[in-house]
């Protein structure tokens, strides 16, 4: 039966937790230098059996930009992390018992929506290849469709859209919690700040990377500038060289570039439900939920995103609830036991 990690001990969970190393080819020599091989955080429900014939459903949950697998562990005074939220439900018995595994997607730049990218790498291959094939080989999971879910926050909720988008049949649900959407409203009024702070830089993407990275403290509008090149080095990547990047405006003027800007929309998933309905249409629950105060606008693109499923025939449950973009992690504790009890079980 299962012996729990001094880890898991010190989370105070009834199930384990367990830190495996994926190796990928599909990250190997990404143009910022990093790691192909990536942590992978696997929580264990109580009365796991390695030796047993139970099988169990998995739930992948993605972290959000500038999150990884480390701060989904980690643990703060008076909140509750997606592992113990997780361990809770089940031993409260608002659902059955599943695997948890978070997936890491940080890169250099913050993070990689999950996308493939010629500068990146290729993160949802990377996740729906070698992550869930991992999972499978080395835990007793059910390694079909219907056995699995994919969730996440933010920019985590986005790559949860995108995976059930690009890749269907390997997730049966998703689960979106403030995702990134319309990106109109999401991106677009960043723009002028980022153009004037890499204006100091000349406009040079790397000087602006070498000065960020220096620092010790970084201002709000120099994380919102990393964030903005994050999501062109997932969106808008012009080759496989470092900081080789097209950017969604001037970098002289700040003028909008409505070229550049339409690769980004070519990921934004509200734009994607019209061309997407077959893939949308074969998953047994769409879950969006988005604070009604959200700093990103993320609740419209939410809204969007459910009316327009809603116009394609289908069903979505999307909740709306008074908050901002953060520290909203206790919306697991709704959105796991919505998953769970969708998906099959031994």
């Not at 908050?323 to 796991?336: C, F, K, M, P, T």
Request: aromatic share 10%; with cysteine; glycine share 10%.
């Amino acid at each position: 039966m299962l012996e729990r990690s001094s880890f898991a001990k010190v989370l105070g969970l009834h199930g384990d937790v367990r830190v495996d190393f994926v190796p990928s080819e599909a990250l190997a020599g990404n143009a910022l230098g990093d790691p192909s091989e990536r942590p992978l955080a696997v929580y264990l429900p109580p009365h796991y059996d390695t030796l047993g014939s139970r099988r169990y459903p998995v739930l992948y949950v993605l972290h959000g930009y500038t999150g990884d697998v480390a701060a989904l562990l980690g643990s703060r005074p008076w909140e509750t992390n997606v592992f113990q939220w997780i361990d809770r439900t089940i031993g409260d018995g608002q659902m059955p018992p599943a695997i948890l595994v978070a997936v890491d997607g940080f890169t250099r730049l913050g993070g990689s929506q999950y996308v493939d990218s010629v500068h990146n790498g290729n993160y949802a291959t990377y996740t729906v290849r070698d992550v869930v094939g991992h999972v499978d080989r080395a835990y007793r999971t059910i390694p079909a469709e219907g056995g699995r879910a994919v969730l996440g926050k933010s920019s985590g909720g986005f790559g949860a859209m995108h995976l059930v988008l690009e890749h269907p049949g390997v997730f049966s649900a998703f689960a979106s919690h403030s995702g990134d959407a319309y990106f109109r409203y999401a991106h677009i009024p960043a723009f002028p700040s980022v153009q004037r702070t890499l204006e100091k830089h000349g406009g040079d993407i790397a000087s602006f990377v070498a000065a960020f990275e220096g620092q010790h403290k970084r201002t709000p509008t120099e994380y919102v500038t990393m964030e903005m090149l994050g999501y062109a080095a997932a969106y808008s990547p012009r080759s496989g060289t470092a900081f080789d990047l097209d950017l969604p405006f001037d970098p002289r003027t700040g003028e909008l570039n409505d070229a550049v800007f339409a690769r980004w929309l070519a990921f934004d998933p509200t734009e994607r439900v019209a061309s997407h309905t077959a893939e949308l249409a074969r998953l047994r629950l769409r879950y969006l939920d988005c604070g009604r105060r959200d700093e990103y606008g993320l609740d419209i693109g939410a809204r969007v995103m459910t009316q327009r499923m809603r116009d394609a025939g289908l069903e979505v449950r999307h909740e709306e609830f008074d908050d901002d973009h953060r520290n909203v992690g206790y919306r697991y504790a709704v959105s796991l036991p919505a998953l769970a009890a969708v998906l099959d079980t031994e």
